[in-house]
């Protein structure tokens, strides 16, 4: 019988205000913008741009795609980090940004990837061995975090699967 080690934890969020990257931010911005305009969102109207900054400097975007079998849709993120990952298979994405507008304009305070998102992210990082920056745009609130694993912390990958 193996001797069990027992510990408590918890998520912390703290914002800072910060310049940093900001020009970075504002051109992947106006391609998230760009491609949420074009989302195939009819039933929720809800439309969401994602756009990745590549390691070879190539911006890729995406936008959402619903269906009216509603799970058959796939999410900005996804959308945008397989059309990335399809087009350039062995290139690390460095940046994804992400924003998302509905009937009354940019959401308040920002936009946040769900948790499938967020484990496709995950599993990108993890294969490309270095951070994917992501960045959360609203209407009054633009937040970056350094890695995907601030997103989803304890993250399952490939190691668990072996
Ligand atoms: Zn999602």
Redesign the pocket.
Known sequence: MSEKKYYSAEAKVAFTPTEEGREEIEKLTAEAEAAARKAYAPYSKFKVGAAVLLANGEIVAASNQENAAYPSGL????VTLFYANAKYPDVAVRHLLIYAENENGPVEPFIT?????RQVMTEKEYIQKSPMKVTLVGKTKVVTVPSVEHLLPFTFTTDNLF
């Open positions: 999410c900005a993120e996804r990837p769900c948790g499938a998102c």
